[in-house]
DNA sequence: TATATAATTTCGCAAAACGCGAAATAAGGT
DNA sequence: ACCTTATTTCGCGTTTTGCGAAATTATATA
């Protein structure tokens, strides 16, 4: 390559003025630099690109046509500088975020909207995967926004609480424990449940958790999300067990009792994790503090 | 501006090849001159531009972005490289000639005729000039190429012989100095002659050396042009004082006899000179190749 | 004619950018 | 556990770049 964008802006600038000094103090360059630099390029390309006359200077025919080429190169290279500056600022970019199931079928949807909404030139790339994969690939650099279960270890990457959700129980108004404060996961083994398919962990968690207890667990109706379990316990199918999150926003319209499940694996944290929260790309930023700032009760 | 050619050419590379050093190794630059090319870019950027992968790396969006522009960028830039080249060979430029009256009168037309069906892209741009004049221009670098009368001083240029013509009497076949070889400027104020109009310097030459002789110069007839004082002469109007270049080839077939005007100042030697024949733009060096292959008999 | 004025160029030096190879680092694949 | 394939970091030397001072050149002015 012959020219670079510095010269081509001096270039620009010198053929404007018509003098090399006015366009080195236009440009806060030394004069002499200038100079060096055109004297420099005409020796590149082999012919000259500027008369010198008695009171500054001229292009050449040569020197026209760089002129022209010039004024090209320099627009579309400000035109890309500025189209990334979104990127730099967080306008506009791309987040891959890694979210385990449970955060995905919880609150993440809401989180995405709400965020679109604020930014919608910011694309989110959402992996599901489980927290440790999520905690790995944080660290790798290959997600740059994770959340995931409290339970994990996430040495080597920064995280920030986030969902300090808990399981409940939740029965229909009547129901023998809607009164009670706390209940232990075998004091409900003895009540019809409401469950959710085999696919999720968290009911297979259940299953293993009263088989261990010499019990079954007891299943009037299997659905297929919360949602649905919210619904089937409102009818009275059965209780349900749900992070208290999904079902505190209706309790009090459908007259449900939220009954805190007293087990150490209840405690369902979500943290939200980054690599370094300093070297984040501009939407990653933007992402993560929109994340943090709908931190929802637990 | 954040980034310069050499860096969008290199992201172009890596981005196809999808490796930094698949990218070096082909445009012959070592791999952590590359490696840190991109960390300071995106540095300056404020946004990564490639994702580290395990076997390589591949376009951040920002990194789409930027390589969509720098494949127009750089088009653009070997678009004007290509463009320039042509000056540099020659092909394509422009020439300022400077040459007195007289050259441009006698020859200089066909000389730029046969250029042009040479070189067609290059412009020759002709000023018409005193002597001394043009020997001070090209000293100045103001005309790239000048042809003046050999009897100018021209130190501090280059200067080559070029037209060694003489001053001839032209007479008709039956005229008294016909047969003579050669004649003094007095032996031929006798006779009438077919003169030029005032415009022309050598014309008012003559007339001020008649003076200086204590005679007049008597006309029998006044034209404008060289040509049109051969005609005359064949008419037999009366005698002309002609470059033998400007009429020799017409001698024969007009039955005009061509007797040297011996006197100083009847050499009129043309030169041709550049500044510097080394520094010549490559159209200016075609040109005066030109003109010294096609040198004219004397 | 001598002297200012306005422009470019040249020069020497110092600072910054750049390239290179070696070593460090990282993640898979065998 | 070791090898392979990448990128990154580091120290060093070279090249490029910028700066200010001085040289140069041509015109304008006194």
Redesign the pocket.
Known sequence: MDF?L??LR?FEA?VRL???????EEQ?????????????LEHRLGTAV?Y??????APTPAGEVLLRHAGNILRLAERASAELADYAEGDRGQVRVAANPSAIAEFLPAVFASFRDKHPAVKLALAEQMSDDIV?DI????VDVGIFSAVVRHDGIEAFPFVADRLCVIAPAGHPIAARDGVRFVDILDYPHVGLEDGSSLFRQFAKLAEDAGRVLELAVRVRSFDGVRRMVVMNLGLGILPRAVVEPYAVSDGLAVVELREDWSERGFMVGVRERAALSGAAARFLEHLLSSKMAG
């Not at 018509?18 to 080195?24: L, T, V």
């Not at 806060?28 to 420099?40: G, K």
């Not at 660290?139 to 290959?142: C, L, N, T």
Request: glycine share 8%; no cysteine.
């Open positions: 670079d510095i010269t001096l010198v018509g003098s090399i000094s006015a366009a080195a806060n360059i030394a004069v002499s630099a200038v100079s060096r630099r055109f004297s420099d500027l010198r006359k008695v009171r500054g200077v790995h660290a790798d650099g290959q």
